[in-house]
């Protein structure tokens, strides 16, 4: 059936370095994949997306990479802060309605 | 413009009630999505509404669940007969339709006791 894999399950980086997150889809329709941003007990938020019609996506000091020949896409945060910390899930639609969500990152930034 | 508005927060029930998770969309947004958080674990797709249908239930158990986005009012998602293993966060997201960007509420974190 539909998957997504997500990789790393935790990931620890010093405040200013850098972090990157990888997910890897096996529905080659899919044709849209957000990154939603979760802290303890909240609600997920959107942070970026990216649809199949692009490669790359940048916004500030986040970005997504997507390679529809691999079917896998990559969230990127440089200069880490310790605010980033949170779990990071990557996604992936077809039609976009119907997402199916990685198992998800623990992003931790060392102060 | 207020968020995914979803009640209650948390809700607690013993083994064989029934509990109801109420969501109300963003202003503006007609299509209702739910899902599923076991701790530790990444959301599962359970139902897709619209107003006064249910467009893909394919991720909702077959027996004790049921949702409904009447013509008015929230959306609802009923959970008969409780069970231990319900015990998860619920969410509820929407969008103005559905290939724009889905919006999470706060969830509703239901203990099965």
């Known amino acids: 059936g539909e998957n997504v894999e997500q990789h790393p399950s935790t990931l620890s980086v010093q405040e200013g370095d850098s972090a990157v997150i990888k997910c890897t889809y096996s529905d080659s329709a899919s044709n849209y994949f957000p990154w939603y941003k979760q802290e303890l007990g909240k609600r997920p938020q959107l942070i970026i997306d990216?649809?199949?019609?692009?490669g790359e996506k940048k916004d500030q000091r986040i970005a997504v990479t997507l390679n529809k020949t691999a079917k896998h896409f990559s969230l990127h945060i440089t200069e880490t802060q310790p605010e980033d910390s949170a779990v990071y899930f990557c996604a992936a639609g077809k039609g976009t309605y119907k997402y199916i969500f990685g198992t998800g990152t623990r992003l931790k930034v060392l102060a | 413009n207020a968020g995914v508005m979803q009640n209650p927060r948390h809700l607690v029930r013993r083994r064989g009630q029934e509990a109801r998770l109420r969501c109300s969309p963003m202003k503006g947004h007609s299509h209702v999505y739910w899902y599923r958080q076991l701790p530790e674990e990444g959301l599962k797709f359970m139902v897709y509404?619209?107003?006064?249908?249910?467009?893909?239930e394919s991720g909702m158990p077959k027996e004790r669940f049921s949702a409904e986005f009447p013509k008015e009012g929230p959306s609802i998602l009923r959970i008969q007969q409780v069970v231990r293993g319900d015990s998860a966060a619920y969410f509820c997201?929407?969008?103005?339709?559905?290939?724009?960007?889905?919006?999470f509420g706060p969830g509703t974190r239901l203990l099965v006791l």
């Open positions: 997201a929407s969008s103005p339709d559905s290939k724009e960007t889905q919006y």
């Open positions: 990216i649809r199949s019609n692009v």
């Open positions: 509404l619209q107003k006064e249908n249910i467009i893909d």
